[in-house]
């Protein structure tokens, strides 16, 4: 071999690994900015839910249907559903 393919073969290697340092470091970087952009997102979306829901929803201690009225027929139909007989004794 002589000195130019040799040169060539070096230079073509140390521009591989260059740029895989460079990537590694752009990858990071990258990540880095999408994390931060992730927690404004996060934030944004929180301070939105907190202002949609406020005065909205009702307090979870009050049953809704606690003093509902009977209204149900089939409840008052049979006025000796209390009295069960067993034809077989």
Known sequence: MDKKTIIIIVAAG????????AGYFYWNW???SNMKFLE?????????????????????GVNPLENKPDINPADAGNPIKNIKINPFE
């Not at 140390?14 to 340092?21: K, M, Q, Y």
């Open 40 to 60: 404004n997102i996060d934030d944004a979306t929180s301070k939105i839910t907190d202002s949609a829901t406020k005065g909205v929803l009702p307090s979870l």
């Open 14 to 21: 140390l521009l591989i690994v260059g740029l895989a340092i």
């Open 30 to 32: 990258l990540n880095k």
